[in-house]
């Protein structure tokens, strides 16, 4: 047995019908590459168990600890049953972007089953007019609970499903699987109490080990290297009180190559950088539309991976987080990058100061007893609607294979990456990169946000804008929203939430001088349904650890 660290603990704590917390992917794939240009579902169901030994996460449930008095552990699964965990569905004509999408969204909405491995795969056919994907293709929806997983994890397991050629076949791998009994409640109880007699030892450790961390932390500080201003600073927006059980899923993807361009535009840019600017160029430009955009700028929590070498099989977590200003209150792009390059630095700065990998240590000395009740208080008294946000969203950078890859001698074609949702957090946002191209995807409440294809050509325009401040281009005007709104309730909330934010645009801020050339707003219109263009290569220096799709970008929620 294994136990889960306070911060994969966390996630199950945190679990709630409202919140599931599993992360995910929809992987696209094409058919006609695989042998005799075809695909049976339980060709899919002999591929997954050949490879079953190469991720332990897909033979692992929980064994609990009585009462809560310390945090769950890992055991081997008896009766593991793979038809379970990997189902399929077929989608109703005309099979096209908008129905996988709100499909998807439905699927992530649904908890995962905690008495059984924390994972689904739900193959997904009929997709016969998806733009940019061959005809006939499928896709994979994968569901992974987050206390399993971290993006880089994810990508790992990922590994283990996919061949770099379309006649690859699966290496031989000895199954060294055990299964194990569920352990009795007075077992785990003695376990339970064993191991709190050691939380002391484990904070005495930790202290120990925290102290260079705290001295570098406070020359910088005392320097004026880096600062904790923006710690407590984000102010309040739609996507930060209690979420609904609803989710809404939509992708956009750009030309990495055009990023990179813009990337060498600008001195000390990152590629990261450049997908901040264009996450924060699109929440001013939504939250504006609605009437709601705050004064002061966007916080976004951005995962750091710290997962080894090593450490590549490895379940749980193995991460550290920084948070970034978005450069919402700032209008001119190219000063928005600027920016976000200046604090992305300086956060850096911080996390190294701190250590990431010891910020990321330091979750597993939380008191299971205390941390598990927090987190169920916050859920159920709804304290996300009363209590200041420490982010208004996350964007998770996650770096892909850079070549094709194959299952089951079918090509994947796209990839996207799905977030998990809770009350505080209603919008969040995954950088994914495979083969040549980069997306961004969201994961939103749909009450929050009941647009998501307003918000996609939000980021289209937001890159748009970027591409042309930098490179002395006019930049197109802001969009209104349209018509489209949300229930009474969501609206009460979102009153709420965003008293007293105004009603017009913000003036750009730093050390921007001239007003930002943007064209007269334009009269509410639809977002174009015209596909971005695909061609790209693998994001560069991720943030974090834990995707454009085609045309048709409409109503995709569940």
Request: aromatic share 6%.
């Amino acid at each position: 047995m294994e136990q889960l660290s306070g911060l994969d603990a966390t996630f199950l704590y945190l679990d709630q019908e409202n919140s599931p917390m599993h992360i995910g992917s929809i992987a696209i794939y094409d058919p006609s590459t695989a042998p005799g240009g075809f695909v049976r579902f339980k060709d899919i169901l002999s591929f997954v168990e050949e490879r079953l030994p190469l991720a332990p996460t897909f033979r692992r449930g929980l064994a609990n600890v009585p009462f809560g008095l310390d945090h769950p552990y890992w055991i081997e699964m008896e009766n593991f049953n793979l038809e379970y965990h990997v189902r399929h569905v077929a989608l109703p004509k005309p099979g096209d972007w908008r129905q996988l999408c709100i499909q998807a969204a439905r699927i992530m909405a649904r908890p995962l089953d905690l008495s059984k491995p924390l994972w689904e795969f739900t193959v997904i056919e009929g997709l016969d007019n998806v733009a940019g994907v061959p005809k006939g293709s499928y896709a994979v929806l994968s569901k992974i609970h987050h206390s399993a997983i971290d993006g880089m994890s994810g990508v790992d397991i990922m590994n283990a499903l996919h061949t770099i050629s379309p006649n690859d076949k699966t290496p031989a791998i000895e199954d060294k699987w055990k299964p194990e009994k569920q352990p009795s409640a007075v077992e785990m109880a003695l376990r339970g109490y064993v191991g709190n007699i050691k939380q002391p030892f484990r904070w005495i450790e930790m202290a120990g080990k925290s102290v260079p961390g705290l001295a570098r932390t406070i020359k910088g500080l005392l320097t004026k290297e880096f600062s904790l201003s923006q710690a407590l600073n984000a102010p309040r927006t739609r996507f930060n009180g209690k979420i609904s059980a609803h989710r809404a899923i939509e992708g956009v993807s750009f030309d990495l190559a055009r990023v990179k361009q813009i990337r060498a535009g600008v001195e000390g840019a990152k590629v990261n950088d450049i997908m901040l600017t264009i996450v924060g160029g699109a929440m001013r430009r939504y939250l504006e539309a609605k009437g709601e955009l705050p004064e002061t700028p966007l916080i976004a929590m951005a995962p750091v991976s710290v997962r080894s070498k090593d450490e590549g099989g490895a379940m749980g977590n193995q991460v550290s987080a920084m948070l970034v200003q978005l450069g919402s209150h700032i209008a001119d792009p190219k000063e928005r990058l600027l920016s976000i390059c200046s604090n992305t630095q300086e956060q850096k700065a911080l996390t190294n100061a701190l250590g990431a990998r010891q910020m990321s240590e330091l979750s597993k000395t939380a008191p299971a007893l205390f941390t598990g009740i927090a987190a169920r208080l916050y859920t159920q008294f709804g304290l996300a609607n009363s209590t200041k946000p420490f982010f208004n969203t996350v964007v998770t950078n996650v770096p892909g294979p850079p070549i094709p890859i194959y299952m089951n001698g079918a090509q994947m074609v796209k990839y996207f990456g799905l977030l998990c949702l809770f009350d505080g957090l209603g919008l969040g946002h995954v950088v994914m990169s495979y083969d040549k191209e980069v997306t961004i995807t969201i994961t939103a409440d749909r009450e929050m946000m009941p647009d998501p294809d307003f918000y996609a050509q939000c980021l289209k325009e937001s890159f748009e804008a970027l591409e042309e401040a930098v490179f002395g281009k006019p930049v197109k005007p802001v969009r209104k929203a349209p018509a489209k709104k949300a229930s009474k309730t969501a609206t009460k909330k979102v009153a709420a939430q965003s008293a007293g934010t105004p009603r017009k645009a913000t003036k750009p801020a730093g050390k921007t001088k001239a007003k930002p050339k943007l064209k007269p707003e334009a009269k509410s219109s639809p977002p174009s349904r015209k596909a971005a263009s695909l061609s790209a290569a693998v994001v560069e220096e991720p943030t974090t650890n834990t995707q454009t799709p085609p045309a048709d970008l409409s109503e995709n929620q569940a």
